[in-house]
């Protein structure tokens, strides 16, 4: 077995269910399986470099336009800059899984770069996020994102311009964190997934997070006294509050993953024992903008990064292609996406238990099993 990497996640390691569920895969001419699992150092620089190139192109543009009095350019840099920003999850969860890069080292210290500048806590992330994959959208053995959850146009609105509450609540979950008390909330967690992830009778799995998050809070302050000293006030506005501003966009695709779709175990009413159809609870939607592709972290095929997850994001449109004979259609963009995420929500209003239905073309892949079902 390969040594852990000393920068990457450092999970509870809480033993997983006895359960198991018997995924539905597409299968893969064994050439094709290779070719888009491989990693190699080169696109994980072209995707991380790259992603970390254009904050810092946003960054140095709205510090420079600031020194020379270009009042109107620095605030479009700085809107970019936080826009950019909010995508730094993504990238947190890619290099997590730790395929971005062939070495497993420069997963890991990208890693942590992107996550202190995003106010992110990998350690506890990948707790959840392990079950996440291996239980997607199956309650109870995946709690980290439960469906139905039913936006709004306040939602959105709340988040997507000005996102005081969100700065709010990840400050408390890091101050939390820091100090040792659980729940932390995190990620807006409930206190029993959190029970789950972290046992109160191992509190030493708590150690890594806390080590990280008192990183976080003391990195953060050091930037902010030494910009108030030197005067350079806009610096802590990009670095420590860029995730909590003008991410509407991110919103729009982030949002899009699992919402509406098919999920096990409860939720609203749905009565559906267990989905073990990645296509069913999942969603892929196509980005035709190469900039915010990159941004995405390449998410937008999340079907197939459920389904392959150790399949590295810069290869999934490939793997998309190996398999969208095997898929429910793909929406063409973000609007079209909503359009459809939309009226879903519309019918979850009037009936929580209401789940999109998803056109399979395989007639054989395994349904949910249910003892009632509501679709379209």
Known sequence: MA?????????????????????????LPPEVHKAVHMTTDTQGACQTLTFLGMLAVWFIGALSCHAQGYTSFTVLFALIYGMQANFLINGMHELGHGFVFRTKFLNGIFLRIISFL????????????????????????????????????????????????????IMEQTIRAAVGVYPTKHLWWTPAW???CYPPENPDARTAPMQWARLLLAGHS????????????????LISLGPFYNGWLFFLCNSTQHIGMHHGGGGGGNTTKEVPDFRLSTRTFYLNNPIVQNWYWHMNYHIEHHMYAAVPCYNLATLHDAIKHDLPPTPNGILATWRVIGDVLDKQKKD?????????PNANAPRPRATARKTE
């Open 194 to 196: 959190e029970d789950v």
């Open 222 to 237: 050091l930037i902010a006294v030494i910009s108030c000293v030197k005067g350079w006030y806009l610096v802590p506005v």
């Open 352 to 360: 929580s238990a209401y789940v999109m239905r998803v056109d399979l």
């Open 3 to 27: 040594p852990r990497d000393p920068l990457g996640p450092s999970s509870s390691r809480v033993a997983m269910p006895d359960h198991s569920i018997n995924w539905y895969r597409t299968k």
């Open 118 to 169: 995003g106010w992110l806590h990998p350690d506890m992330f990948f707790s959840s996020h392990l079950r996440h994959h291996r239980y997607t959208q199956n309650y109870p053995y995946d709690q980290e994102n439960p469906q139905p959850v039913i936006h709004t146009v306040r939602d959105f609105l709340k988040f997507g311009f000005l996102n005081i509450r969100g700065f709010y609540d």
